[in-house]
């Protein structure tokens, strides 16, 4: 095979992979929802949680109680101060209430949801389902947040407008692995989202990760190259085969 056939060959096959992609750009859906999904550990500080359990103690009934009889000094009766005792401890007791009821540390994992509507129309119908309840806050592309007040296990979102961009942040109860086991489905009306799922590494994972792209790209190059030299090398050496054999 002369150089001018090789020529051909390439010119040809770039032609063809130029055409496929026309085709795929002319008739692809625009509709297209691209979510990122990132999981972490998330607790309250340490100095937070403690002041908050020796609040707890000091709101015991028994202390308030006695406190405020020995205030009163014997001028309250005994349905006052218990009156009393309970009206002191209501505004605390009401940030224990469910579903906090074992503290803020009850809900160490936080998973982060970023929509994108990267089409050229409003998507609709975006429903989330969670792998578990969780206390879900939701921030729209007008940075307005809806704060749901219990737990729950599916989200719907009526629609997002072209380029609109929706913050999810949903925490759970549990184990990190346990949740990771569980899916989690993004759909719309037209489809399902595009997900893409960041993780933490550290050392040559985390080079990976960030560059694994890149790296794949130059083994397809080089695997590409080494073929069309393996290809070229093979069809010389029938060339000069031929041309021996003739003489």
Known sequence: MSWGNVGKFLLALVTGLGSITGIYVAFKDDTKLEA?????????????SERLGSTAEKLK???????????????????????????SQAPYLALL???????PDNYP?????????????????????????????????????TVMPDPV????????????VYTLWIHFQGDLKTLKEQDVYIGYSDGVAQVRVYEDFIGFEASMARYG?????????????????????????????ANTVQR
């Open 36 to 48: 990122d999904l990132s999981y972490r550990y998330e607790s309250a500080p340490r100095q937070f």
């Open 61 to 87: 009934y028994a202390d308030l109680y006695d406190s405020i009889k020995r205030i009163g000094d014997g001028a309250l009766s005994h349905e006052q101060i218990d009156k009393m005792v309970n009206l």
């Open 97 to 103: 209430d469910a579903p906090f009821e074992k503290g």
């Open 109 to 145: 994992i936080s998973l982060l949801i970023t929509l994108r509507n990267s089409g050229s129309k409003v998507i609709k119908d975006v429903h989330i389902k969670l792998p578990a309840k969780g206390l879900v806050q939701i921030r729209d592309d007008s940075r307005s947040d």
């Open 153 to 164: 296990s599916s989200v719907v979102i009526p629609s997002i407008v072209q380029n609109g």
């Open 213 to 241: 792209i890149l790296v794949l790209g130059a083994l397809v190059m080089l695997a590409y190259c080494f073929l069309v030299a393996v290809y070229l090398l093979i069809t010389t050496d029938r060339n000069n085969d």
